[in-house]
C-alpha cells in the first residue's frame, strides 16, 4: 500500500522595511537634542571636468516645544583640471517647528542662520577670506524610525565670502536632503 501525505504550512512574508514612524510630537519635545547633516550638492560635471561635494554637520538643542537653536558647520570641495577648492563655514541656527498642519509621522520647519563663510578660493585682490552669511530655509521632515527623520529643504542663502568687496554679494537659492537624529532628553525617554 501507498500512502501519500501533503504538508501545508503556513507562510510569513518578510516585514518590508520601515518607512514611517508616528513620533513627530515627542521627536520636537523641549530638552531633546537634533544631530545630523545635510548634503547641499554632490555632483560630477562631465563638460569642464568638475566634482562637487557640499556637506553641513549640525548639532541643536530644544529649547522649547517645536524650537530649537543650534549650530551648523560648512564644508565643501570642489576639484577640477586647474586645482581645487575648499570652502569652509560656521552659521548658528534657530529653527521652528509648525504645529499647524503636523502629523504623526512628518513636521514641517522654518529655519534662519546668521554666520560666516570663506574658501580657498583666490580670484581677485580684493577678496575677503571670511565674509558673513544670512540664510533662511523652508523644511519638511518625514519620520522613518523612533529618532530619525529625512528632511528636504529649500534655503535661501546669501554672503560676500570670495568675491570683490565693492559688488552686492552672492545670493543662491538651493535644494538640500539631511538626515537627523532626535535625542530624547532624559526628561522625555
Do not use: C
Amino acid at each position: 500500500m501507498l500512502a501519500v501525505g501533503f504538508h501545508l504550512s503556513a507562510q510569513t512574508l518578510p516585514t518590508p522595511p520601515q518607512t514611517t514612524e508616528a513620533v513627530a510630537n515627542s521627536a520636537v519635545q523641549k530638552g531633546n537634542w537634533l544631530v545630523g547633516a545635510k548634503v547641499g550638492s554632490i555632483g560630477q560635471n562631465f563638460k569642464s571636468n568638475t566634482f562637487t561635494l557640499d556637506i553641513q554637520p549640525r548639532a541643536g538643542y530644544f529649547i522649547s516645544d517645536n524650537a530649537a537653536i543650534g549650530a551648523e558647520v560648512q564644508l565643501g570641495l570642489q576639484l577640477y583640471d586647474d586645482g581645487q577648492t575648499f570652502s569652509y563655514g560656521l552659521a548658528p541656527f534657530v529653527r521652528y517647528y509648525f504645529p499647524e498642519g503636523a502629523a504623526p509621522t512628518h513636521r514641517w520647519f522654518g529655519e534662519a542662520r546668521v554666520g560666516f563663510a570663506g574658501s580657498s578660493l583666490e580670484d581677485s585682490d580684493d577678496d575677503s577670506a571670511i565674509s558673513a552669511l544670512y540664510g533662511v530655509s523652508a523644511g519638511y521632515a518625514h519620520f522613518v524610525a523612533r529618532n530619525v527623520a529625512l528632511e528636504a529643504t529649500l534655503d535661501l542663502t546669501r554672503s560676500h565670502a570670495d568675491i570683490n568687496v565693492g559688488n552686492s554679494g552672492n545670493t543662491g537659492l538651493s535644494l538640500g536632503l539631511a538626515f537627523q537624529i532626535y535625542l530624547p532628553s532624559r526628561a522625555n525617554r
